[in-house]
T-cell receptor, first 113, second 113 residues
Framework: GQQVMQIPQYQHVQEGEDFTTYCNSSTTLSNIQWYKQRPGGHPVFLIQ?????EVKKQKRLTFQFGEAKKNSSLHITATQTTDVGTYFCAGPNRGSTLGRLYFGRGTQLTVWP | DAGVTQSPTHLIKTRGQQVTLRCSPKSGHDTVSWYQQALGQGPQFIFQYYEEEERQRGNFPDRFSGHQFPNYSSELNVNALLLGDSALYLCASSFRGQNQPQHFGDGTRLSIL
């Protein structure tokens, strides 16, 4: 079956350092979505990338979708304590329009002041 | 504009019992998906309901069943509970189940003793 893998599983950084998490799918994705889940909370949608090679930025966050639409990355510049949480990538299979998402295991980010 | 609401927030059951979880989608959404999130894992797709029918199903046994009502709200039923069913159950809504961002509720924390 389809698998979505994320590395690293955990990342501890000092405030102000950069952070990157990587996502790889065993199959081609229709699109890639990123979610953030704060401790004790629920996943909250951050962004969706659709096109091969697409790059999008949200303030200090940069998202990239690979050329083969099988991998993606999220980079945070100059982390802040508010960035704490688990970041998940997720995507539906290529050709699927039914919206089932395959989630990675997530990268848990800890930021200490 | 109400978001996705789930009830109850917490539930404690014993092995062999049955449980029903409820979800009301975000206003304007007509598709409900259910996910199971074990501790330290990403959400795992259980099934999706659209137009009162189960449209997609993940790798979950028949003990997991659901229903969608004409007002788009949904229920998740789990029979013959096992210890391994302990998890956070998340409901997510979208419009027509297409490859759009999922809006998640706060979830129901189910503990099996």
């Amino acid at each position: 079956g389809q698998q979505v893998m994320q590395i690293p599983q955990y990342q501890h950084v000092q405030e102000g350092e950069d952070f990157t998490t990587y996502c790889n799918s065993s199959t081609t994705l229709s699109n890639i979505q990123w979610y953030k889940q704060r401790p004790g909370g629920h996943p909250v949608f951050l962004i969706q990338l659709v096109k091969s090679g697409e790059v999008k930025k949200q303030k200090r966050l940069t998202f990239q979708f690979g050329e083969a639409k099988k991998n993606s990355s999220l980079h945070i510049t100059a982390t802040q304590t508010t960035d704490v949480g688990t970041y998940f990538c997720a995507g539906p299979n290529r050709g699927s329009t039914l919206g089932r998402l395959y989630f990675g295991r997530g990268t848990q980010l800890t930021v200490w002041p | 504009d109400a978001g996705v609401t789930q009830s109850p927030t917490h539930l404690i059951k014993t092995r062999g019992q049955q449980v029903t979880l409820r979800c009301s989608p975000k206003s304007g959404h007509d598709t409900v998906s259910w996910y199971q999130q074990a501790l330290g894992q990403g959400p795992q797709f259980i099934f999706q309901y659209y137009e009162e029918e189960e449209r997609q199903r993940g790798n979950f046994p028949d003990r997991f069943s659901g229903h969608q009502f004409p007002n788009y709200s949904s229920e998740l039923n789990v029979n013959a509970l096992l210890l391994g069913d302990s998890a956070l159950y998340l409901c997510a809504s979208s419009f027509r189940g297409q490859n759009q961002p999922q809006h998640f509720g706060d979830g129901t924390r189910l503990s099996i003793l």
